[in-house]
């Protein structure tokens, strides 16, 4: 089509191209993320996930490409969470709570620059810290005899991330409660995709994460929250925003547009809200790092010390 055709106000002879959907919730962006990464060409089993709102995830190599979604809520882009904010300047994106002290060390996107809230990497970290350090319990609650931080607020208890004139930053109980929903159904998401492919973890050779948040990401803590499965670490990948490098590619290719289609036309679609092990796999993730701490063996270690 052409922008004159659809009423785009710009140079009617400019072309649009819309990137193949393969379903409702898994769109052209999860097409150009594959077209990205490459995997669709690759012998070594991947792992692909979008995270935002949706947790689009993608199983695949050259043989097979399935793909499905999970809602996560908007609460590792910044809604929904009493002091939360997306990924830009200004944002808390990284925790680290002294054992002993329970002193805090902040990492603030931007240079010199005082912190106006936390983000989704932020997040993580924090209750991954907070967990580790005995804050909350498994179950995200907080304890108010552990840390001087923890007071009571305008619903019930919270954590003081950061203070200073006229800012607290904070994390509420309800915002905890609403980042373990979020890693229960992304966690839950991977593992029953696999199970429905008749895979496991040990499987998988390469991770690739994508999304807003995703570079800032701290694997380690994302692991002990039980958000992503514990592997090696060099197993994961941090590929940007992939939805806009799939488009650059296709501007430029006319090979890659037909590529794109191709990738939309292998995969298939599972549907996980009519998926029998999905919800037992999500509230078993209601837990940190899982009810299933078996398959967290490096944060169990960690526990037990």
Same mark, same amino acid.
């Given at each position: 089509?052409?922008?004159?055709?659809?009423?785009?106000?710009?140079?009617?002879?400019?072309?649009?191209?819309?990137?193949?959907?393969?379903?409702?919730?898994?769109?052209?962006?999860?097409?150009?993320?594959?077209?990205?990464?490459?995997?669709?060409?690759?012998?070594?089993?991947?792992?692909?996930?979008?995270?935002?709102?949706?947790?689009?995830?993608?199983?695949?190599? $050259?043989?097979?490409?399935?793909?499905?979604?999970?809602?996560?809520?908007?609460?590792?882009?910044? $809604?929904?969470?009493?002091?939360?904010?997306? +990924?830009?300047?200004?944002?808390?994106?990284?925790?680290?709570?002294?054992?002993?002290?329970?002193?805090?060390?902040?990492?603030?996107?931007?240079?010199?620059?005082?912190?106006?809230?936390?983000?989704?990497?932020?997040?993580?970290?924090?209750?991954?810290?907070?967990?580790?350090?005995?804050?909350?319990?498994?179950?995200?609650?907080?304890?108010?005899?552990?840390?001087?931080?923890?007071?009571?607020?305008?619903?019930?208890?919270?954590?003081?991330?950061?203070?200073?004139?006229?800012?607290?930053?904070?994390?509420?109980?309800?915002?905890?409660?609403?980042?373990?929903? +979020?890693?229960?159904?992304?966690?839950?998401?991977? =593992?029953?995709?696999?199970?429905?492919?008749?895979?496991?973890?040990?499987?998988?050779?390469?991770?690739?994460?994508?999304?807003?948040?995703?570079?800032?990401?701290?694997?380690?803590?994302?692991?002990?929250?039980?958000?992503?499965?514990?592997?090696?670490?060099?197993?994961?990948?941090?590929?940007?925003?992939? $939805?806009?490098?799939?488009?650059?590619?296709?501007?430029?290719? =006319?090979?890659?547009?037909?590529?794109?289609?191709?990738?939309?036309?292998?995969?298939?679609?599972?549907?996980?809200?009519?998926?029998? =092990?999905?919800?037992?796999?999500?509230?078993?993730?209601?837990?940190?790092?899982?009810?299933?701490?078996?398959?967290?063996?490096?944060?169990?270690?960690?526990?037990?010390?």
């Amino acid at each position: 089509a052409f922008a004159g055709e659809i009423g785009i106000k710009v140079n009617p002879n400019i072309p649009i191209y819309v990137f193949p959907c393969v379903a409702s919730y898994v769109g052209g962006d999860i097409t150009a993320g594959v077209l990205a990464t490459q995997l669709h060409k690759k012998e070594e089993l991947s792992l692909f996930i979008d995270i935002g709102t949706n947790g689009e995830i993608v199983i695949g190599n $050259s043989e097979l490409l399935v793909a499905a979604a999970c809602s996560a809520g908007p609460c590792f882009e910044g $809604s929904g969470i009493k002091c939360g904010m997306r +990924a830009t300047e200004g944002a808390i994106e990284g925790v680290k709570i002294n054992r002993d002290s329970f002193d805090i060390e902040l990492k603030v996107i931007g240079e010199d620059i005082k912190p106006t809230g936390i983000c989704g990497s932020g997040m993580i970290d924090a209750i991954a810290e907070m967990f580790l350090t005995g804050i909350i319990d498994q179950k995200g609650k907080l304890q108010k005899d552990v840390s001087g931080r923890v007071r009571a607020g305008e619903n019930g208890l919270e954590f003081v991330v950061y203070s200073g004139p006229g800012t607290d930053i904070v994390l509420a109980e309800s915002d905890i409660e609403n980042i373990i929903r +979020a890693k229960a159904a992304i966690y839950a998401g991977f =593992s029953t995709l696999l199970m429905e492919v008749g895979f496991t973890f040990n499987d998988i050779q390469k991770v690739y994460i994508a999304g807003g948040f995703g570079k800032f990401l701290n694997i380690e803590k994302a692991i002990m929250l039980g958000m992503l499965p514990e592997l090696p670490k060099e197993k994961f990948e941090y590929m940007g925003n992939t $939805s806009v490098t799939g488009a650059y590619l296709c501007m430029l290719s =006319s090979k890659m547009r037909t590529e794109a289609e191709e990738i939309a036309k292998k995969m298939t679609y599972l549907e996980l809200s009519v998926s029998r =092990s999905f919800m037992d796999e999500y509230i078993s993730g209601l837990f940190i790092p899982h009810t299933n701490i078996d398959a967290f063996p490096g944060v169990k270690k960690l526990m037990e010390r």
